[in-house]
């Protein structure tokens, strides 16, 4: 479990973060309403070189940005409760991308079999819990580099 006190570690995870992504890495931001899925996201974005402002894609779904090496597509899936609607993810996910995901339960059908979820809990009005579960040999090294730089910090 990682302890975030206030937002300013919330960038700090959010920029160890981002040093290990890469083309085609899919993340899911897991957590309920206003845990911080949309602020985690701007700060990979700003992290990774985006300069325009990332909002939550309510009515888009999706919205790319492009950084300065990468790409980045950011999906908000909330309306997609009980729809059971293929946008054409997959197309989304194959491509040389960072993918950052928030309410992914809702295309669970479309998901691809790895991913990292990152799991944001409330603590209080400022501090955030976050816990990391990777599927599939890449993940877990992310999570493992992510790990062992906050121990060493
Ligand atoms: N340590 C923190 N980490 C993240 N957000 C924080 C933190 N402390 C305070 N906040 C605030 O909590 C709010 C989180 O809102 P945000 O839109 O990011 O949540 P969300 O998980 O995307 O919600 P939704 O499910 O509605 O999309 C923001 O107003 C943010 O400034
Ligand atoms: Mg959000």
């Excluded at 700090?12 to 911080?36: E, H, M, P, Q, R």
């Excluded at 309510?58 to 009980?82: A, V």
Aim: aromatic content about 8%; some cysteine; charged content about 25%.
């Amino acid at each position: 479990m990682i302890k975030i006190k206030n937002l300013e570690d919330m960038e700090v995870f959010g920029g160890i973060l981002t040093k290990y992504l890469s083309a085609g890495d899919v993340i899911l931001l897991n957590g309920d309403l206003g845990a911080g899925k949309t602020t985690l996201s701007q700060f990979i974005g700003k992290a990774l070189g985006v300069k325009r402002n990332i909002n939550s894609p309510t009515f888009n779904i999706i919205k790319s940005y492009q950084g300065h090496h990468l790409k980045l597509h950011h999906m908000d899936c909330y309306r997609l409760e009980n729809a059971e609607e293929d946008l054409g993810f997959d197309e989304y996910f194959e491509d040389q991308a960072v993918i950052l995901i928030e309410w992914s339960q809702f295309i669970k059908p479309y998901l691809p079999e790895t991913s990292l979820t990152i799991e944001i809990k409330t603590i209080s009005p400022s501090e955030r819990s976050i816990e990391l579960k990777a599927i599939g040999k890449h993940y877990l090294d992310i999570k493992e580099s992510i790990l062992r730089e906050l121990s060493t910090d």
